[in-house]
């Protein structure tokens, strides 16, 4: 053991398992400067930590998005380094090893007070900053020792919703109403046929649909994990869908043969002139005018995917053909989506009910009433 006092504080200098260890324990007492030497070796030896990295907050976060860049989507990363700002702002050039638990609960504390556009930053925003902080410490192996300490802030159960077959009938009739609203329209009915997510409708090229086939490819570029490349069968309506798309392409295109497999399918517009190489960036404006009109307030057009995955979860498919069509990685996230319907769970706990074997509730309640007045 090799313990010195330096400075007014005990000094730490060992070797374990081929690496140097010298780091400052922080105290004057030498009780405590042997216990908290012990910690630290348990921590080293269980993997729970390394050698205490001297490197600042923000030059690791630099890093760390740096690396990121290259194996997420662009849309997490930029959710990552717009999570950085304020980290940075905040941390600076904090060692990596100076952030405790406390510290980062004064910064949770410090973001609350902050406001947007006279709004509060929501719990959710503040736990993604906070999950950033996570992975960055979990690099670096100096997690673990405050993992423990570290709370999220409660948020708000958000799992969308299903929607309901009149709802949905009403939504994609007046879709069909306005020309301003084809695009969306068609994205909502492959929404709703194929339980794809929005970026993997924006992102679909016509080199993966096959319409003699009747499938199209989901790539792994185009949505969260690998278990989201995938193929899936198209019905009739998905299928009108596309046509229709089709014939769009068609109508900016001298011939069939203009359009190549790497067009996208819902292709973008600039200054009025057909892109079919660049993917649509947004159709908010349509949706948003669009669930206005249908009376469907809050309805986002993630809850088309929840719709499809509620109904084939309604229909009895097993849990794998679900998932295979819908992409999931796990029985949790099937869940998560799988909202069914009162109606289907009244349904359902009927077919329970002992008809034969306990009299009828309706007469038992008359007699009970019956009595009540008697008594009375």
Known sequence: MSLK????????????????????MRTPDRNEAKRRRQDRITEIKSGRASKLSRQCFEVALEAYLERRKLEVASKTYATDKHCGKALKRFFKDTPLRRITADRISDYQADRKRQKVNDREIGNRTVNLEIGLIRRILKKHKLWMRIADDVKELPEESNVGRALEVDEQKRLLDLASTKSAWMGVYCAAVLALNTTMRSIEIKQLQWGRVDMFGKTLRVSRKTTKTDAGDRVIPLNRDAIWALGKMWERALSYSKDSKDIKPEHYVFCGFEHWEYKPKQPVKTWRTAWRSLRKAAKLPGLRFHD????AITVLAESGQGDQVIKSIAGHVSQQMLEHYSHIRMQAKRTAMEALSGKDTLPDPTVTAKEAAEKQVTIN
């Open 5 to 24: 006092k330096r400075g007014g504080y005990y000094q730490w200098h060992e070797w374990i398992d081929g690496v140097e260890y010298r780091e400052s």
């Open 304 to 307: 088309l995917r929840h719709s």
